[in-house]
């Protein structure tokens, strides 16, 4: 039986006891009440320490609940600390990428302009060797063409005597 339920009997025992005539007072069985009032002394102990456990148990789920939070927390720290860790990576990355890029197109632009240079170079050589060929040829050329009417005149001249001559 609860303490509860001990001084509920108790409480039920004087209520339903007989009433004294012109008075708040009652009769009641006195060994019958005193041992149920011992009853309820012995329910004590239990009662409390049933309170006292509860007592302990809801002390140790608040703190459990305290660490847990409290590493909650500190996980939560350390995740933040971690992604801010990450997008400064990220940036330096960001800006580290676009710097060797524009290294790189600058060193692409300076690469083509050498080379277009160059190319021009042996072209603007290449042309000054391809004219003085041309000008060989041609004066080659011109001399077989003076060679060939030097010919053809003298033929001319073998076959025909020239008049008064």
């Known amino acids: 039986m609860e303490l509860k339920e001990k001084i509920d009997e108790i409480v039920a025992q004087i209520e339903s006891a007989r009433a004294m005539p ?13 041992a149920m009032l011992d009853d309820a002394r012995e329910l004590i102990p239990a009662e409390m320490q049933r309170a006292e456990s509860l007592l302990h148990e809801r002390d140790e789920v608040v703190e459990k609940g305290r660490r847990e939070a409290a590493d909650v927390i500190a996980a939560a720290l350390v995740e933040q600390q971690r992604l801010v860790a990450e997008t400064e990576v990220h940036q330096a990355a960001v800006v580290e990428a676009d710097r ?50 030097m010919e053809q005149l003298s033929e001319f001249q073998d076959e025909e005597p020239l008049p008064g001559g």
């Not at 012109?22 to 005193?34: D, E, G, K, T, Y």
């Not at 083509?112 to 040829?137: G, H, M, P, S, W």
């Open 22 to 34: 012109m008075s708040a007072s009652c009769i009641v069985n006195r060994s019958q009440l005193l």
């Open 100 to 149: 060797v890029r524009s290294e790189a197109e600058l060193e692409a632009k300076q690469i083509r302009q050498e080379v277009d240079d160059y190319v021009d170079t042996k072209l603007a050589n290449f042309e000054i060797v391809l004219n003085k060929t041309l000008a060989a040829v041609l004066r080659g050329r011109k001399k077989l063409q003076g060679r060939h009417e």
